[in-house]
């Protein structure tokens, strides 16, 4: 998938907010503000419930686009409702 399609898709499915259960949560870490090293995808099936969490690394996550895809792919098949995207990148 297109790296700027894959992107559009997560931050349009993100803005949408909490539609209710499942729930998947990205993050993005890395060692400065600006260019990200590891990504977590957390879902959630139901309020309560244990998160199961998957990482990525990379040089850059959010410019990696078979990274990105793979979260896309990870949307599509979890059948989430929302997706709770941590605003900016925390640093490790």
């Known amino acids: 998938m297109n790296l700027d399609k894959a992107k559009k898709r997560l931050a349009k499915k993100a803005k949408m907010?909490?539609?209710?259960?499942?729930?998947?949560?990205?993050?993005?870490?890395?060692?400065?503000?600006?260019?990200?090293?590891?990504?977590?995808?957390a879902f959630t099936l139901e309020e309560g419930a244990e998160a199961q969490e998957q990482s990525f690394t990379g040089a850059n996550v959010k410019e990696d686009e078979s990274i990105q895809s793979a979260l896309v792919k990870i949307l599509e098949r979890t059948d989430a409702k929302s997706l709770v995207e941590e605003p900016g990148i925390a640093i490790i």
């Not at 870490?29 to 590891?38: C, H, P, R, V, W």
């Open 17 to 41: 907010g909490f539609k209710g259960y499942p729930l998947l949560s990205l993050s993005y870490y890395g060692e400065t503000a600006e260019f990200a090293t590891k990504v977590t995808i």
